[in-house]
């Protein structure tokens, strides 16, 4: 279940490619070149997101990396929301994601979009979002792996959508939750083999 279509399609349009520009922007490799700490890219295990940034040693350009991409997300569905409608708030919530995973700056070799999924989904229902968030910090607490508790807080967010009465938003966290499972297929692979390293080692 979606809501319902009232905006035309070039207004659509529009949101979509303002919600990829605004997905796009990679704030884990802006943060680490600003503060000298290198290319992020050529760190761990590549990835632009907060999990890799952390790896430099700097907690807080992986807790302001961790917030700008979770923000850009928000941001997305709530300027659409506020000028548009809740249509163009969904697509522009979906583009954001893409634009993180995505990249054009990048060769569209960007993040996994955990971070930025959780934002857009309290955005979009916060109680989804915020369930979903709790979901990753008890996994992540429990086993201490980041791709763990990034898969299990994704699967969960179209169950949440249900059991919290917000059917509306389960099709495209369910969408979002597929595409996070793609982006992790690495760490799947390693968590089935048990190679998998925990929070605070040197691979994501």
């Not at 349009?13 to 990829?20: D, M, N, V």
């Not at 919290?164 to 982006?183: C, D, K």
Request: include cysteine; aromatic fraction near 8%; proline fraction near 4%.
């Amino acid at each position: 279940m979606m809501p319902e279509i009232v905006s035309g399609a070039p207004l659509l349009l529009l949101w979509a490619c303002l919600g990829y520009l605004l997905g796009s922007v990679p704030f884990g490799l802006v943060i680490t070149r600003m503060l000298g700490l290198g290319d992020v890219r050529a760190i761990g295990s590549g990835n632009i997101g907060a999990t890799n940034v952390l790896r430099t040693g700097n907690r807080p350009a992986a807790a302001a990396t961790l917030i700008l991409d979770a923000g850009k997300g928000g941001a997305a569905v709530l300027l659409a929301r506020w000028l548009a409608g809740e249509d163009a708030a969904q697509i522009a919530g979906f583009m954001a994601f893409l634009g993180h995973c995505f990249p054009v700056w990048l060769g569209f070799r960007g993040g996994k979009g955990v971070a930025t999924f959780l934002g857009l989904l309290i955005a979009l229902a916060w109680p989804v979002g915020l369930a979903a968030c709790g979901t990753w910090l008890a996994t992540a607490r429990t086993f201490r792996i980041s791709s763990l508790a990034a898969l299990i807080a994704a699967t969960s967010a179209p169950v949440w959508a249900f059991l919290l009465g917000l059917p509306q938003v389960a099709l495209l966290a369910a969408a979002l939750a597929v595409l996070v499972l793609i982006r992790h297929a690495a760490n799947i692979r390693r968590l089935l083999d048990g190679s998998e390293p925990r929070i605070g080692a040197t691979r994501d």
